[in-house]
């Protein structure tokens, strides 16, 4: 497989897209709801899942295509060559402020995370990761990660796993709160990755993420030393949605053990 050719081709690709839903802002965005009344979806986000299943079927056929707008395949095993795309991570953003959001792709080969990319589309900037090579934003190498304590570590948290909920004990949570030096939410688990690779967060949890929301930031963060697991430790199935968390290292231990600790 002549990875650099898929590198070069997912970036042009990413940079398209990113150019048409900048040109979306002229027009009229058709909102509608999904799961529930604050699950939006847009027909940018359709329509740029499907300008990327379309190319990408066209130049590789033999390759599998995972979308969270469903006009991709059916993805019941990791095996062969995947990509796994997020038209748009972050669309509340994207309807309310048309800033922090992102595009997000990752390429895997038999389960492997080879390629990962996060594209914040107003900024200009995109993330990228090839397996064994680093992580770049634009042509920027990102430094591997430090090690960082509770009380200097920022970390990226939506408020509502704070409040009582069916996945952890939110009363442990609110230690870390108290401990550490900040918090702060996104609303783009993309953009959230790509920040704890970036080092301006130290950590990242979410209760509930699907695999086109991380996978792209998962080789990414690992080309820094960043550690993304579900809650148990172990890493992300990429079949369904799970629990999520990324950190540097010792931090997420620390996190594992004291802080976020899953209701039994
Ligand atoms: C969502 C965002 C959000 C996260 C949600 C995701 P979407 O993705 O990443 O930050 O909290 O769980 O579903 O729906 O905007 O692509
Ligand atoms: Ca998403
Ligand atoms: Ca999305």
């Not at 990755?193 to 130290?202: D, E, P, Q, R, W």
Request: charged share 25%.
């Amino acid at each position: 497989m002549d990875w650099g050719l898929i590198d070069r081709y997912a970036k042009s690709l990413i940079k398209e897209a990113g150019h048409k839903i900048r040109l979306s802002f002229f027009d009229q965005i058709h909102i509608d709801s999904k799961s529930n009344a604050n699950d939006l979806v847009t027909n940018i986000d359709k329509e740029i899942e499907q300008f990327f299943i379309k190319q990408i079927q066209t130049s590789f056929p033999g390759h599998k295509i995972l979308g969270e707008e469903g006009f991709g395949d059916e993805i019941n095993s990791l095996n062969g060559t995947i990509w796994i795309v997020d038209p748009i991570d972050g669309t509340m953003n994207f309807v309310h402020q048309k800033r922090n959001f992102a595009i997000s792709l990752g390429i895997y080969q038999d389960g492997v995370g080879i390629l990962g990319y996060i594209y914040d589309v107003i900024r200009d900037e995109l993330y990228s990761a090839k397996k064994g090579e680093g992580a770049y934003v634009n042509d920027e190498r990102l430094p591997k990660l430090e090690e960082d304590s509770i009380q200097e570590a920022i970390i990226g948290i939506n408020a509502r796993w704070v409040a009582p909920n069916r996945y952890i004990d939110h009363e442990k949570l609110l230690g870390l709160i108290q401990h550490c030096r900040g918090t702060r939410s996104y609303g783009s688990a993309a953009l959230e990755l790509a920040y704890v690779s970036s080092g301006k967060l130290s950590a990242y949890v979410s209760m509930r993420l699907s695999p086109w929301d991380i996978a792209g930031g998962k080789v990414i963060a690992q080309e820094v030393g960043a550690v993304a697991t579900n809650l148990e430790g172990e890493p992300p199935s990429l079949l369904g949605p799970e629990p999520f968390i990324v950190a540097r290292e010792g931090l997420h231990h620390e996190l594992l053990t004291k802080y976020i600790v899953q209701k039994r």
